[in-house]
């Protein structure tokens, strides 16, 4: 294995050596690394309407793992664009209850699953499921054709984009993974039966990267969604990976990871190659098979809107939908979403979990904002109520979360979780937290890297997660980073500016969502969900508490309390504490007396001395709305589909 120590300018150390990817454990070059994109401070693009556009590596993939976030944005009028990237053939076996050796046909298998979605889809708008659609060949610039088919109702559209490659090489290994790690594959693609694509393409790296920029440019879309690029370590034997259909080592499927990592490389280049800056977009990465292994976290109102999604994309052999290849994909219709063992419709988590804008009050009475956009920071300052037009801070190209810290002077520190390099064929890719210091009222240094806490090994340093701080009383700064064996890990960065060394903190195993909050005692305090309870440290370590229910999703911490949802359940927990009326899903903000979350229909909800708020004008938001209270009382902010940003103050809606 080659190691080397990579300096970003006067960034600390960023060890980037080790394996190359979830795909393969084969040592690899150190990659090529360059700085955090340097702050331009001029006005960001901002977007004229919102479109999604999710990246799948299979068909099904949208209704697991990435509802109801795609529901609540699509179900109110946000165009939505799927790009599937394989064929979904799989073995060519449409297997169902009564038969599970039917004979195998990957072409009719392949058409059967899309005609699942589009039955699923014409549902979701409103119409009878066997709707026609318009099913057409699009030829890109490139000279590439994709199917894509497109159904529209009552204003809202919906368009499933096929780019088909074969699941599998010609030697039967599987095949985008192979084309992400091998240098100078070549992989063809499937043409389903009925197909108005009769042609067998061939994609290599570049051709499969370059297709998605150009839908990127083709769409323009404000939000996208992608599968799970840096899957955890999972330790599981070999009868288990195949029973589960999991990659040795990590856990999801191959594909997910690969699919996720091609969609990210296709991200940075189109977002860095826009000529007039970064793009207006927002990005959500999603959990895989993840979620076989963790607590679930969908109560049943949530949980029975996501499962019938999947009943007309399954169907049945006894449907009468007029393709003759199958009506959908036998093995997932019914009740076997709910039924099967995995659970994978039973939770949605994200990659990078927490607020997505970290906000900061100013001594005027505004608020300042720093999100991310375009894969850059930027930063958003309130005027008359309202957050204006972002600032580019660059740092790029960076997570869709960042954790942030005031300090004792009321300047800001901003950190990211930066992907330093995704490239694949053969290369090793590496991740860092980088940071950026507020020098003067909204003046900034450079970005500063921080390295990681897996230090050497490159392949661990793909699976921590975003960066959360906290300024101490003593004016030291806390970072803490959940690390790949899901554990925590802490810096520290003193009065002076210096940073200490990464020290692993022990303790987990928890999910990725930290909390950070200093206690009235002035001590540092750490919350993190596990399987089992809530974990607890100090920057002395672990502080183990005990008897506490289990967590599904992140905690929230505020005056000496603790609030969570248990899993698969609408209600909020605060064990020790009186009762708290607050259903809804997802995890919440605590701020003073102040809760905020999302209701079971997916708006936010804000509880305020006993009564549950909500905006005159609910907005619809992303994952991670964010709470804060100041002199105007509680204020909740986000961004929505269109990647604007997001403003709601209670007391002034009262006044």
Known sequence: MSRRTVVLGSAAALATAGSLTACSRTPAPPPHLTAPSPASGLPAAQAERALLLQV???PDDDLYFM???AQHAFGTGTPLVCVYVTAGEADGRNKTPDDRQPAPNKAAYSAA?????????ATQLGLPVFTPWDVSAVRLRSGFQVEVNVLEHRGRRVELVHLDLAMHTPAGHMGVPALWREPGLRLRTLVPDGSPLRTVQSYDYDALTGVLV??????RPTLVHTLDPD????????????RDSEQPGYSDHADHTAVACFAWAALIRWTQAAKSGPPAVAVTAFRGYYNHHWPKNLPSQVLGTKAAHLVPYGAGPDWNCGNPSGCGDYNVGGDRPLTNRKGWVRATHHRYPGPRLALFPRGDGTLTAYGVLGLRAVRYEERDGEFGGP??????PLAPVLGGAALPDGRHLILGLRLAAIEGRGATDAREIVALEERGPRRYGAWVGLGNPEGADADRGRRIGVPVAVTAPDGR???FVRNAAQGVSTRVRDAAGTWSPWRDLGGGQVQDGLTAVVADDGQVHVYAPGRDTVHHWTPDGPAPLTGLPVPADAIAAANGRLFYRPPASARLLSPGGPAVDFPGYGPVSAAGDHLLGLGTDGRVQLLENGRVLRPATDPVTLDGPSLVTDRHGPTAAGLSPDARPWLWRPSQAKA
């Open 231 to 242: 899957p955890d370590l999972q330790a599981s034997d070999r009868a288990t990976q195949i």
């Open 391 to 396: 600032v580019d801070l660059g740092g790029g």
């Open 477 to 479: 700064v806390h970072l």
């Open 67 to 69: 509802n109801p976030d």
């Open 113 to 121: 699953r899309h005609q699942g979605l589009r039955q699923s889809y």
């Open 214 to 219: 150009e839908l990127f440019e083709r769409y």
């Open 56 to 58: 799948l590596a299979h």
